[in-house]
């Protein structure tokens, strides 16, 4: 029965996720919108975060790379929706190229520093060049065009058919984030936080390997950056500020670090339980403060951790390094 | 072309604005080091990087401002008794929360602190209003005082006093004090300092403590100097106190010292000549120590 208990439950939420889609009501297509562009931000993350070992508190700015990257290429070059994304991505990955080449030096604190103050760089440029960047307003009016593909177009500009390219692309980061986890250069990345000496005297380069997997999450951030973008039709320089790039890790760490479902789990939470602590109040923050410390002091295998212990099977290791601290 | 001021006339000019950007400097420096000086001896002793730092100084900033509200606007009153209130509360972060994470992950911890970011940020909004609170002045060091034919005002040359003032009571206190000396030993040893008989937990929530209370002085000396008191005051003075704490070399208060003095120079300076770059000159600063002396400008090679 067991066997069948994960294939059969992944079938059953993208069943809800396509019927979301097609039925849920503005309001709820717009907040699975967000939890998925989320996702696929702390997917990509956690890749560095659960995978690697590396805490970086500068991932906002190729989040942000990839929302300017898409604002700009709509602006003065194309208006084609998946030519403005695939222009983020890039402008994403070539940031993280640039900054992981030098973040990759360090460990530990130093990397947290290192690419704190990358990120506020790429954020006080965004502040700062007001004539490319529209400063602290942002960039504004970035509609989303038909898809056209020459025999027919694919309208994008209700919420529900945007929807669905969300859905594609959050289902392909899936995809690729399983299989990069499962592949020979996943494998080593685990390695690298379980041991790197031990890696590196296998003949490995720890920086090259550190620096592939800085710069996937980056292209995966740059992917949500683009997303986010076209969803609200601005982007905000906010978005490489360093309280955004706290956002990945505390998805990642509600979710359960060092597990493939722990950031979607973290995103859906996330997103959710602020809808509806705003409800009621205006101060969300206080109240996942709090969801994060018991977390923290109590759950540090995060929801999925909780999960799987409930349905008794081993729980995944909730400290990278044994004994944390060397 | 008669009428412009004269190469003999301008230059005297540029002599006072220059006097006058380096005093702006000093004293925004002085500001950070009051918050980078605790945070600086935290993760000198503790080894954890605490972004709740950021809090502090709001929290003492706000509480500052509550009593002396209330004390019949008495600056003083509130500049002693806020900042000894906040202290309660870095107890009871280190006693209950942050103690029990020190043998775990850096995303532990840092994450802990994060989170008492977001709690009192919120909290703060809940008591005071998400609005901004003005702020009072303080008698005696309202007014300005001449320097150079021009008026600079004279509470920030009292900061500019207090900083040096902290820093060597804080050097006297470490190097030749008892306490000073058993907190130096477990910094650098934690195990032989509990084999000889340091209660090392109690001196951790001790110095945690000292590390909170400069935190809430620096937001309380902040009450008149800043003009206005806002929920995320503390979110931005932490950055400007992880780049001090980062140049100077992290767990080193004088590279702290003289990183806070850089830093308010660099800034003032920035904002006067190159107001587009200011604030990525301060982090690529950051950047290239971290990168090429990551011991930072005084701490010691590895």
């Known amino acids: 029965m067991r066997r069948y208990a994960i294939p059969l439950l992944a079938f059953l939420i993208l069943a809800a996720l396509i019927l979301t889609g097609i039925f849920g009501s503005r309001f709820v297509v717009y907040i699975a919108m967000r939890v998925m562009i989320l996702g696929i931000f702390a997917l990509g993350y956690n890749l560095l975060l659960g995978r690697t070992g590396l805490l970086s508190f500068g ?52 990397f947290a520093m290192l690419t704190l103050a990358f990120g506020m760089m790429v954020f006080s440029l965004l502040w700062n060049l007001r004539d490319i960047t529209g400063g602290d307003d942002g960039l504004v009016g970035i509609a989303r065009e038909p898809i056209s593909l020459g025999f027919a177009s694919i309208p994008l500009v209700k919420p529900g058919q945007y929807y669905f390219l969300v859905l594609v692309f959050f289902l392909l980061s899936l995809g690729l984030v399983y299989v990069i986890r499962q592949s020979p250069l996943g494998l080593i990345l685990a390695g690298i936080r379980e041991n790197d000496k031990r890696i590196e005297f296998a003949g490995i380069s720890l920086k090259n390997y550190r ?92 929801i999925a951790g909780a999960i799987s212990e409930l349905l008794g099977r081993k729980t995944p290791s909730a400290v990278g390094k044994e004994g944390g601290r060397p | 072309m008669g009428l412009g001021p004269s190469q003999a006339q301008r230059a005297p000019d540029m002599l006072e604005s220059i006097v006058h950007v380096c005093l702006a400097g000093l004293s925004i420096g002085m500001f950070i080091w009051l918050v980078a000086s605790g945070l600086t001896l935290i993760f000198g002793v503790l080894k954890v990087l605490n972004f709740a730092h950021g809090t502090f100084y709001m929290l003492g900033a706000y509480l500052c401002y509550w009593i002396l509200a ?48 977001l709690i009192f940020d919120d909290a703060v909004k809940i008591i005071w209003g998400a609005g901004s609170l003005g702020s009072p002045t303080v008698p005696g060091l309202s007014g300005s005082f001449p320097i150079l034919g021009r008026n600079f005002p004279s509470y920030s040359l009292f900061i500019i006093a207090v900083g040096p003032l902290v820093a060597l009571a804080m050097w006297a206190f470490l190097e030749r004090t008892w306490w000073g ?21 109690a001196l951790y929530t001790s110095v945690f403590v000292l590390g909170t209370w400069l935190g809430a002085l620096g937001g309380g000396l902040a009450v008149p100097y800043v003009g206005l008191l806002t929920p995320g005051m503390g979110e931005v003075i932490i950055i400007d106190a992880f780049v001090v704490a980062v140049i100077g070399g992290l767990g080193s208060l004088k590279g702290a010292f003289f990183g806070a003095l850089i830093i308010g120079l660099l800034s003032s300076f920035g904002t006067r000549f190159i107001p587009t770059f200011d604030m990525f000159l301060t982090f690529i600063l950051m950047a290239g120590v971290l990168l090429w002396r990551p011991q930072g400008f005084f701490g010691e090679a590895k």
Request: hydrophobic residues 55%; positive net charge; charged residues 10%.
């Open chain 1, 59 to 110: 991932h906002a700015a190729f989040y942000a790379g990839g929302a300017y990257g898409a604002a700009l290429f709509f602006l003065h070059v194309q208006k084609h929706p998946l030519l403005c994304i695939t222009a983020g991505v890039a402008l994403a990955l070539v940031l993280a190229v640039i900054i992981g080449f030098f973040c990759v030096r360090h460990t530990e604190i130093y």
């Open chain 1, 211 to 302: 620096l592939a997997a800085f710069v996937i999450s980056g292209g995966f951030a740059g992917l949500a950056g683009a997303l986010g973008t076209l969803l609200n039709s601005n982007t905000t320089p906010f978005s490489a500020h360093w309280t955004h790039s706290a956002e990945p890790v505390l998805v990642s760490l509600i979710g359960g670090l060092q597990t493939f479902t722990g950031p979607l789990f973290g995103s859906l939470v996330f997103v959710v339980l602020r809808e509806i602590i705003e409800r009621y109040t205006q101060n969300w923050m206080l109240w996942f403060g709090i969801i994060l410390l018991v977390i923290i002091m109590g759950f540090r295998g995060g």
């Open chain 2, 70 to 117: 209330r004390m019949g606007d008495n600056f003083w009153l509130g500049l002693i008794l806020g900042p000894l209130a906040v202290c309660a509360v870095g107890f009871l972060i280190e006693r209950f929360f942050l103690r029990h994470v020190y043998h775990l992950a850096l995303p532990y911890q840092l994450l802990l602190t994060f989170a008492f970011v």
């Open chain 2, 181 to 201: 000396r058993i907190i130096r030993a477990s910094s650098s040893d934690r195990e032989m300092a509990a084999a000889i008989g340091v209660r090392v937990p």
